[in-house]
């Protein structure tokens, strides 16, 4: 079954973050590790795909090209407010606090932060209360894409399985410095992942771009054609499986065995399987497989 997971792309220091984020979690491990050679990033290409608190993430070593930034960052729900002020005590080491870890109007205990690495984390006590995901990712819609979550929200619940919209709260007369925000908190559901949607209350210029994507996991084909279809609206963002979509929201749309073939076999033949799907835009499983083939023999 095909599913979403949220992919940090950082310069040359992935291993070192993923290190860092695996050890503020309990039930979390390294799943996958990609050596990629003579790719446009160089010869220290390396992918990792790993776990945090039982969820499935991936980063990337892809040199400096893109830049993490607020507009993307992962809400944390703690069970006491203990659990939430040590995990800020260890993301502020080296980074920056962008709301303070304080008591709120929506919140006894929640706090910003932007870790050393560069990404931001929302950490909100949820001591007393049940949730079914841990961490989530959440999208904050800023500058030439402000006032879009709900559009947003309605694009994607009716495009990926599953989709459904949970809850929505607008900002009250007065509370947004922005004109065009409407939406101040927001959850959905796509393909089982939860997201938080929200326009930007504060005239800050975050725009999403590819540091930060959602890695669509495929099974066949078809369904590669089909969320291809759906969601590319720039085609000079089109690239070895990557796209984005009318929200400026990047997205990878692979298949399931892409890290399979990356990561098994010989180097000979990852190394030809990076070669055929560097220059691809939409993603051809049969190539691959084919191409990993032929290197075997």
């Known amino acids: 079954m095909e599913k979403i997971v949220p992919h940090f792309w950082f310069d040359n220091n992935a291993k070192e973050a993923v290190d860092f984020y695996m050890s503020l979690f309990e039930d979390s491990e ?9 790719t446009p990033s160089g010869d220290d290409t390396i992918a990792y795909e790993f776990n945090l608190a039982g969820q499935h993430f991936a980063a990337l070593n892809g040199g400096p090209l893109f830049k993490i930034n607020p507009s993307i960052s992962l809400t944390v729900l703690g069970d006491t407010n203990e659990e939430i002020q040590t995990l800020w005590d260890q993301l502020i080491d080296g980074g920056e606090e962008l709301m303070p870890l304080q008591k709120y109007d929506f919140s006894e205990f929640y706090g910003w932060v932007e870790d050393k690495y560069g990404l931001s984390w929302q950490l909100i ?107 590319s609206a720039e085609p000079e963002a089109e690239q ?3 796209l ?54």
């Open 30 to 38: 390294m799943l996958v590790v990609q050596e990629l050679e003579d």
């Open 125 to 231: 006590s949820s001591e007393g209360m049940e949730y079914e995901q841990k961490i989530i990712p959440s999208l904050m819609f800023s500058g030439s894409t402000n006032g879009n979550a709900r559009d947003a929200m309605t694009y994607y619940t009716n495009i990926f399985q599953g989709g459904e919209i949970i809850d929505v709260y607008e900002y009250e007369e007065g509370q947004a410095n922005t004109p065009e925000a409407e939406i101040a908190h927001a959850t959905f559901k796509i393909m089982d992942m939860e997201l938080i949607a929200a326009d930007n209350g504060e005239d800050v210029d975050y725009e999403f771009n590819e540091a930060v994507s959602l890695m669509i996991m495929c099974v066949t084909q078809a369904e590669i054609d089909y969320y291809w279809e759906k969601l």
């Open 240 to 242: 070895c499986g990557w």
């Open 244 to 297: 984005k979509d009318k929200f400026g929201l990047s997205w990878q749309v692979v298949p399931m065995n892409l890290s399979e073939l990356l990561s098994t076999g010989t180097r000979k033949q990852i190394n030809a399987v990076t070669q055929a799907f560097l220059p691809m835009k939409k993603i051809e499983i049969e190539k691959l497989e084919r191409v990993w083939t032929s290197a075997a023999e």
